[in-house]
Every structure is written in structure tokens, then in C-alpha cells.
């Protein structure tokens, strides 16, 4: 079982709507990232979390310290949020990654 | 702004042939990291290093990889004889404290063994 899991694996929106993700984790830790990756493989970070709510621009990223969970929201999603969105816990001192989610927004 | 850097960018070599793979992490990070992503899965954690010693690494990170600093500036990742599956993209990162603190990442190598 992956210790970091992400839903949905793919999605597709039209431009406008509103996009939540969503990921479950089963290892302690000390943080959670929110990294964005572009067709050419970068990774950049967008959040890091410990607790309660963040929010950068048109993304707001939220986490359950007791559930174990946390959600990226994209408000008024446009197409060059299209990337891969990957939620990754921060244990012991490394990053536990997430399967990634592939996110197209169409105009 | 800051960034990390890594060279090459790609790198293509034969079954059994050493690599070395650069990283010039940001300047006064003092958190060093490799990870690697093979084509279609998720990112995996190699290596963490600090204090020019290894803190932490992944049963990936067998007796064929090795990690050096040899300089103030430069991070390395060095696999001594290539396999196929190691054929990945693999990210340096680093960051300046321990602990919760965000971890900046390279562009990436792109490494082909064929």
C-alpha cells in the first residue's frame, strides 16, 4: 500500500471551474508539500503545511492533521495551471512522494 | 532569484559505464538530496546528506551509488556501473535548515542507459 495517495489520478476541467485534489497519507509527519511538475519535469513547490490553511494567489491548500488528509484548491482554474500536481510528506528528513495528479484545463 | 542547478541536463551511456551526475545547490543550504523519477512513476527519495556525511538513504541507494561534496558549491550523484533500470530522471534538492522547512529542487538529468 502507498504510504502518500492521491485522487483523482487524472482530471480534466474547462476553464473557470473550480479543482480540488486530494491526498491521504498513513505515516507520521512533520509536513506536507504541495510540488506542481511541468511537461518538462520540473518541480517546483507551491505549499508546505503543518497544520490548517494556506493560500497563494488562486490556490489554497488545506490539511487534517488528525484525518490524515489534505486538499489543493484551484479557484477560477485557467489552462497553464495545466501540470502534474504531486503531494509529498515530509518524513524523517526525506520526501515521501504521491503518484501525482494529471490535471488539463481546457479553454 | 536563488536556484538550484544541475548538469547535464541529459545524459545517455552504456550498460556498466560510470555516471556522475552534478548538482550546485543553493549557496547557503546546508541540506543536500537526490531523488529520482523512472518514466510514468511517482518521485522516489535516494539520498539525504548533511554535515559532508550521508543522514539517510533508501534501499534504492545501494553499494553502486555513491554521493560526494567535494567542494564548497558542488553536490554529486555517482553511479558506478549502470544498469537499464536505472534509467530515470533523477532531481537534486536542498534546503538551508532541518526539519519542516521547504526543500528547493533542480531541473533535473535526464539519464538514459542503454
Known amino acids: 500500500k502507498n504510504e502518500v495517495e492521491q485522487s483523482p489520478q487524472n482530471l480534466t476541467a474547462q476553464e473557470g471551474e473550480f479543482i480540488t485534489i486530494n491526498c491521504s497519507y498513513s505515516v507520521g509527519i512533520s509536513a506536507l508539500h504541495w510540488l506542481q511538475q511541468h511537461p518538462g519535469g520540473g518541480i517546483v513547490s507551491l505549499f508546505m503545511?503543518?497544520?490548517g490553511k494556506k493560500k497563494h494567489g488562486r490556490l489554497i491548500a488545506t490539511i487534517n492533521i488528525q484525518e490524515k488528509h489534505s486538499s489543493l484548491h484551484i479557484t477560477a482554474s485557467h489552462p497553464r495551471d495545466s501540470a502534474v500536481y504531486i503531494c509529498?510528506?515530509?518524513?524523517?528528513?526525506?520526501?515521501?512522494f504521491g503518484t501525482g495528479t494529471r490535471l488539463q484545463v481546457f479553454p | 532569484e536563488p536556484e538550484v542547478t544541475q548538469t547535464p541536463s541529459h545524459q545517455v551511456t552504456q550498460m556498466g559505464q560510470e555516471v556522475i551526475l552534478r548538482c550546485v545547490p543553493i549557496?547557503?543550504?546546508?541540506?543536500f538530496y537526490w531523488y529520482r523519477q523512472i518514466l510514468g512513476q511517482k518521485v522516489e527519495f535516494l539520498v539525504s546528506?548533511?554535515?559532508?556525511?550521508?543522514?539517510?538513504k533508501s534501499e534504492i541507494f545501494d553499494d553502486q551509488f555513491s554521493v560526494e561534496r567535494p567542494d564548497g558549491s558542488n553536490f554529486t550523484l555517482k553511479i558506478r556501473s549502470t544498469k537499464l533500470e536505472d534509467s530515470a530522471m533523477y532531481f537534486c534538492?536542498?534546503?538551508?535548515?532541518?526539519?519542516?522547512?521547504?526543500?528547493?529542487f533542480g531541473p533535473g538529468t535526464r539519464l538514459l542507459v542503454l
Open positions: 534538492a536542498s534546503k538551508y535548515l532541518g526539519g519542516s522547512e521547504t526543500q528547493y
Open positions: 546528506f548533511y554535515n559532508n556525511e550521508i543522514s539517510e
Open positions: 503545511l503543518s497544520s
Open positions: 509529498a510528506v515530509a518524513n524523517t528528513d526525506k520526501l515521501i
Open positions: 549557496s547557503n543550504h546546508l541540506y
